[in-house]
């Protein structure tokens, strides 16, 4: 991982707002000093409170006010700043200025979120993730607003309300917090064909992340890249994770609910901390003018993804987000990201989808943040900007102006406009014709054919995990004819998934015919990821009585591999080894999981106790069970032997030499167990 600076022009633009109340005399909003914050003024010690009380009113009244609005969707998120950086000019394909020079570094802020769940659910439920960053360009803010799925549940940005509406918890009992395992999204689901191939996708481990740090991001809309000589071409973005992309398997999701709620704010907030920063490579999919309708797909249509092995994706650029933030809910829930906001050398499409999120998100902001969101300091850009907008509610900049109005005469017609060929947006012109109608263009009317390739590019174990979540999501509707009607859906996709699906749901086989496109993309499964051993967490579980030398050598060994050793014993404090070392123990087994561990490793000790044995066995159990790598030195041995594991796959025994249970580590799965 790069070590390198923490700061950018954006976070030294922040400083100024920045405030440390630590060893500061305590004072009302008005500045004055305050001499006793425990009571209220009354009249006499136990009489009533008095109207002039402005201590305890100054005091409550903001109290009585510290929420906004939770986002309607992706209310709980995390964020954290980065840089930005191009490898090489991209002045070919687009005029952005930030996308110019290899030497222009950008800084960004990045919000991932969860769609479903209200801003305090589980963050581990099976969910699309939010990948949303805002690049603070040398030329205003460009905001790439996606997730980790490339596609979309829709068309056209109308039905949004709906789709979000069934995906919500049921109004009438407000159950389930964050599921879509639930009647009425499958309701939705069922009714509206277009949402197929979405369907497949996040019955997939795609919606169970390992971290943010390990999920791809897409923009999803194709957007256009326009160069200087004004051509124009389409494209789609693409974050590429240098740890590749890893999921968590749905038994420990769930069960990770009660373990760690923040499970993945924890890993992000963690790891920036350790320098273990997260990083990905910006990708771009282009398709040239004269070849929009080369495809058996319209690049319009959100509910379709440019197969990588048609339209590869050259990789452009690299993130590295390497500082958290100060405050979350003045940077986190106050940014304000917006897929409209584009700089020059980028524009829109007609992809209809997109065209509703360009108003739909200024709205909310408006409502969620205040009219002024965008003076808010996470938010505004570290270019100048001037206008003639006044006033609003919590206005911050202090204009001293005499003129608010273009054009005039007072200040020499200034701000003054600026014109495209001096750096001034100007719209691609592009071409519109047509009759004002509400259809479905016949081009977006192909359902099943992307479904289907999805469902070709899975290996055999991540087909199982897909038909295991259908059989969960839709055991949990009560709705015969709900159920029904996605096995039919399922059965235009693959007649043996939906046969083996109808099985488990007691429904009946679909009579429809499978699509019969043949072809895969490799692109999609995650198996054809990268593997790494970075920041993964490697449980130790440390007896009294342990063998230092071994253990010493494992602990340099991991660390080598930049693997992060966690030290788990019977209870807090210290464990002691057999030449007097002593290790801190990081979790006892009440405050640890095996849950919480990519691998897991068994010194034991020669003064382990019963408990010690009886915990150490049902964590070695449980991550057998989840198929993680597993090792033991000799003294660990017995308990391995004790749950018949030894000689399985991913499971290891090392007495100096590590370097086995390290190569299983970073394979972080052994399927080949079950
Ligand atoms: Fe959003 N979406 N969305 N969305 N979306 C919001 O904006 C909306 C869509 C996405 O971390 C809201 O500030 C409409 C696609 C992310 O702050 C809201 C439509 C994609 C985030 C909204 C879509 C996204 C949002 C809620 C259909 C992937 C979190 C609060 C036309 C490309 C951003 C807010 C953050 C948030 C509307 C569809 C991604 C209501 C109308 C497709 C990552 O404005």
């Known amino acids: 991982m790069d070590r390198i600076k923490k700061e950018n022009k954006k976070t030294e633009q922040l400083k100024p707002f920045v405030r440390e109340n630590k060893g500061k005399k305590m004072t009302t909003n008005e500045g004055v000093m305050i001499s006793n914050d425990e009571n209220s003024l009354t009249a006499g010690d136990r009489g009533p409170t008095l109207l002039e009380d402005f201590i305890m009113k100054d005091k409550m009244a903001h109290f009585d006010r510290e929420r906004i609005p939770e986002r309607v969707v992706h209310a709980r998120g995390y964020g954290a700043h980065g840089v930005f950086r191009v490898y090489e000019s991209l002045e070919d394909l687009t005029m952005a200025h930030f996308l110019q020079d290899p030497n222009i570094e950008t800084p960004v802020f990045v919000r991932f979120s969860e769609v479903a769940g209200s801003k305090g659910a589980n963050e581990t439920n099976r969910d699309v993730r939010g990948f949303a960053t805002k690049f603070y360009t040398e030329e205003g803010n460009f905001d790439l607003v996606g997730n980790n799925i490339p596609i979309f549940f829709i068309q056209d940005g109308i039905k949004f309300p709906d789709l979000i509406h069934a995906l919500k918890p049921e109004p009438h009992n407000e159950i389930p917090q964050g599921q879509t395992a639930h009647d009425t999204f499958w309701d939705f689901i069922g009714s509206n064909e277009e949402s197929a191939a979405m369907m497949m996708w996040i019955m997939s481990d795609r919606t169970l992340p390992r971290s943010f740090r390990m999920m791809e991001g897409f923009g999803v809309h194709t957007f256009r890249l326009v160069n200087k000589e004004g051509t124009s071409r389409f494209v789609k973005f693409h974050w590429k994770p240098a740890l590749g992309v890893h ?13 760690d ?19 990905f490579e910006l990708g771009l999919q282009v398709i ?10 319209d690049i319009l249509d959100a509910t379709k993804l440019w197969p990588e092995e048609i339209v590869p994706v050259r990789k452009v650029g690299k993130m590295t987000l390497n500082r958290n933030v100060d405050n979350v809910f003045a940077e986190t829930e106050q940014v304000a990201v917006h897929p409209g906001n584009i700089v020059r050398g980028i524009d829109f499409t007609n992809d209809p989808l997109l065209q509703s999120r360009i108003f739909s998100y200024t709205d909310t902001q408006i409502y969620r943040v205040g009219t002024n969101f965008q003076q808010i300091p996470i938010n505004s850009p570290v270019c100048p900007f001037h206008n003639n907008q006044r006033d609003g509610a919590a206005r911050y900049i202090i204009d001293k ?21 001096k750096g001034g947006f100007v719209t691609y012109p592009s ?8 259809e479905t263009a016949p081009s977006f009317k192909d359902h099943f054919s992307q479904a289907r ?3 070709n590019s899975m290996t055999n174990v991540e087909r199982n995990h897909i038909f295991s979540a259908f059989c969960f999501e839709l055991g949990k509707v009560k709705s015969v004819s709900v159920r029904q009607r996605v096995v039919n859906l399922i059965g235009y996709i693959s007649t043996d998934l939906a046969v083996l699906v109808a099985k488990d749901l007691g429904v009946e086989v679909p009579k429809v015919e499978e699509s019969q496109i043949k072809a895969s993309s490799p692109a999609l499964s995650m198996a054809n990821t990268k593997f790494y051993t970075d920041s993964l967490k490697t449980g130790i579980l440390i007896a009294e009585q342990f063998d230092s030398h071994v253990v010493g050598n494992l602990l340099d060994q991991l660390t080598a591999a930049k693997l992060k050793p966690v030290i788990v014993s019977e209870r807090l404090g210290v464990v002691n080894g057999t030449d007097g070392k002593e290790l801190t123990v990081d979790d006892s087994f009440l405050t640890g999981s095996p849950l919480l561990y990519d691998n897991l490793f068994v010194a034991s000790g020669r003064g382990a106790s ?9 964590f070695i159990i449980e991550q057998y069970n989840h198929f993680k790598p597993l090792g033991a030195s000799r003294s660990g041995m017995y308990l391995m032997q004790e749950v018949g594991i030894i000689n399985k796959p991913g499971v290891t025994i090392n007495q100096d030499q590590f370097q086995p249970f390290i ?4 394979k972080q799965r052994f399927w080949d167990r079950s």
Request: glycine share 6%; no cysteine.
């Open 453 to 455: 390739l999805f469902w």
């Open 261 to 279: 709620p923040d499970y993945h704010r924890r890993d992000l907030w963690g790891n920036i901390e350790d320098g273990f920063f997260a990083e």
């Open 431 to 438: 071409t519109v014709e047509g009759l004002k109608v509400r």
């Open 288 to 297: 040239e003018e004269k070849d929009e309708f080369m495809f058996d797909f």
């Open 401 to 421: 102006d005499r003129v608010a109005y273009h054009k005039n005469n007072l200040a020499d017609n200034t701000p003054y406009t600026v014109p495209g060929t």
């Open 247 to 259: 999921s968590l398997i749905w038994d420990e999701a769930q069960k990770l609910g009660g373990a």
């Open 663 to 666: 190569n299983n580590a970073r």
């Open 610 to 618: 019963e408990y010690f044995n009886q915990k150490a066995k049902s």
